[in-house]
């Protein structure tokens, strides 16, 4: 398992779900993706942004790293409208 966690640790430019079968996507949108792996004591969810590694956490349940990745996304969302509107003015 630790070696799962390496790979989906590393930030350089790959695919990440090819090279473990064992996540689960969550999001997928625009230039960000994310996934969560079960490691039997926790789900461990990793954000990426143009598949590089931009946040990650756990979770006790898949349902629970759901609502977290996507309160992180809200987050992130909102984060790139603000600099849109920023750059605009």
Known sequence: MLEAFNVASDSQHHDIQNE???????????????YT???EFMWRWTIYRDNKLVQEGCSLTLDASRRSVNHVMAFFNMSNKNNTVAQEL
């Open 20 to 34: 473990n079968s064992q996540l689960t996507k969550l999001y997928d949108s625009e230039s960000y993706t994310a």
């Open 37 to 39: 792996e079960d490691l």
